[in-house]
């Protein structure tokens, strides 16, 4: 059976590689939108249900974004990508994207939701426990709330801590 929530927030290996592909072809720092953005969805291959869509661009411009650095911890140890122009961090949706048909027309799918994260942190999110995610999800969620507010997406702390 297929966790349903599993599929649609973590990446398959097909999107690490064009998140990959997208960062290459950047040539200048995004700058941020903060403007709400429509949801849309897409038919998953593996369930055949609409899931919300997701775009490897919007992902790599989060991330570059961020400066190639985890914004948990900046002195996180990070690696070189493959190509070794820039660390390898992960991306990670803050307020999951399996949670999309809870936000109205509003996309999560927005580099405003879209952390940057070390391997370690990133994994910390999905798969620790509670306990230790609590301090992490706080100082994210604090330093982003306002702009997810302008991004038309309203959520208190108490309510994204039930998402994990």
Known sequence: MINEDREVDNY?????QTIEEDIDVQTSTPTWNRTPIPAQYVTSPATNRNIPKRSSKIAAR?????NFVCENNQSDRVFLRKKGTHNYTEPHHLIPISKQVEFDDNSLDIEDNIISLCSHCHNLLHYGRIEDKKTILRKLFNERKNALRQCGIE?????????Y
């Not at 989060?62 to 961020?66: D, G, I, R, S, V």
């Open 155 to 163: 959520i208190d702390f108490k309510n994204l801590l039930t998402y």
């Open 62 to 66: 989060a991330l570059k974004k961020a």
């Open 12 to 16: 398959n290996n097909l999107e690490h």
